[in-house]
Each structure stands twice: as C-alpha cells, then as structure tokens.
C-alpha cells in the first residue's frame, strides 16, 4: 500500500503565500509522477498541477499558471506547491495524488493514490 500525507494548508489573506508539503511513503516512491488537485464545496475535483518523475516537465492549470509551482524532492519522497498571490477562488481543499507512471497526467483518473486534503482558505 501507498500514503500520501499533506500538510502545509491554513488561513491567509488575498495576495498572501502558502506551501503545500506532501510525503509519500509505503509502495509510493520517486518512480511515480505526482499531482495537485483541489476542490471547493459543490464543485468536482479539478487539476492545479502536475510534475514528472525527474521533476524536469511540469504542467499546470490555466487558472494558477504564474503563480503556483510545484516541484519534488526525490531524497526525501516529497512534492510541494508553492502557492503565491492567493485569491479567494483559490480556496479549496488540496490533494496530493501519486500515478503509476512516468508521464504526467491531468485528471483524476489517472491517478493511482490521494491522501486526505488540506484545507486552503483565502480570505478577501
């Protein structure tokens, strides 16, 4: 079995910063491609972000491009999302997600393990 355990979400301001973490352990290593998604009360699951095994190819929602970025560190089996000048419309509860695979990937389906969320709210 894998885990996948976020922390890092909290209260910030409009315009503020927050750091997501995300560590993986069990079955769950550096050969598997990660991602970041959200979702907000009476809204589906959406993409943010997604990054490669080597950590060399990233892709990332139209809606956060510019301002989110997320990155791995393979040594400690953890990924990160560097969220910066956070809008209100950013406020969601945040998944980590671990695919079988090297290639990157945008749906949720595509994805193998999730941990359990971390709430992100921003207020206006």
């Known amino acids: 079995q894998g885990l996948l355990v976020e922390s890092g979400g909290g209260l910030v301001q409009a315009g503020g910063s927050l750091r997501l973490s995300c560590g993986a352990s069990g079955r769950i290593d550096n050969t598997y491609a990660m991602g970041w998604f959200r979702q907000a009360p009476g809204k589906e699951r959406e993409f943010v972000a997604a990054?490669?095994?080597?950590?060399?190819?990233?892709t990332y929602d139209d809606s956060v491009k510019g301002r989110f970025t997320i990155s791995r560190d393979n040594a400690k089996n953890t990924a990160y999302l560097q969220m910066n000048g956070l809008k209100p419309e950013d406020t969601a509860v945040y998944y980590c997600?671990?695919?079988?695979?090297?290639?990157?990937?945008?749906?949720?389906?595509?994805?193998?393990?999730w941990g359990q969320g971390t709430q992100v709210t921003v207020s206006s």
């Open positions: 990054i490669s095994v080597g950590g060399r190819s990233t």
């Open positions: 997600a671990a695919r079988v695979s090297v290639e990157l990937a945008s749906t949720p389906e595509e994805y193998h393990y």
